[in-house]
C-alpha cells in the first residue's frame, strides 16, 4: 500500500514562506519522479514542480520563477517544497504524487498515479 502524506500548510502574508513535506511509504522512493500540483478552487489541477529519481534533475511551472525549490531526501523518504515570496495567487491545495513506473513528462497529472491528499495553503495579501 502506497501512502503519500503532505504537511506544512497554513495560513501565511503575502510575502512569506512555508515548506511543505510529502513522506511516502509502501514503495521504493528512490525509484521514482515526485512532483508537487496545485488546486485552487474551480480551477485545474497545476504543475508546480518536480524531481527525477537521483534528485539531479528539476522542473519548476512558469510562475514559480525562482519562487520555489523541490528537494527531496531518500533516506527520509520525504520530499519538500521551499516557497517563498508568496502571492495570494498561490492560494491553493498543494498535493504531492509519485511516478508511474512507466514514465512520462514530469509535468502532466497523467505521469502519476500516486497521490497524497492535499495540504492547503492559504496566502492573505
Known amino acids: 500500500q502506497v501512502q503519500l502524506v503532505e504537511s506544512g500548510g497554513g495560513l501565511v502574508q503575502a510575502g512569506g514562506s512555508l515548506r511543505l513535506s510529502c513522506a511516502a511509504s509502501g514503495r521504493t522512493f528512490s525509484s521514482y519522479t515526485m512532483g508537487w500540483f496545485r488546486q485552487a478552487p474551480g480551477k485545474e489541477r497545476e504543475f508546480v514542480a518536480a524531481i527525477s529519481e537521483s534528485g539531479a534533475v528539476t522542473y519548476y511551472g512558469d510562475f514559480v520563477k525562482g519562487r520555489f525549490t523541490i528537494s527531496r531526501d531518500d533516506v527520509k523518504k520525504t520530499v519538500y517544497l521551499q516557497m517563498n515570496s508568496l502571492k495570494p495567487e498561490d492560494t491553493a491545495v498543494y498535493y504531492c504524487?509519485?511516478?508511474?513506473?512507466?514514465?512520462?513528462?514530469?509535468?502532466?497529472?497523467?505521469?502519476?498515479?500516486?497521490w497524497g491528499q492535499g495540504t492547503q495553503v492559504t496566502v492573505s495579501s
Open positions: 504524487a509519485s511516478q508511474s513506473p512507466y514514465g512520462g513528462t514530469p509535468s502532466s497529472p497523467r505521469s502519476y498515479i500516486y
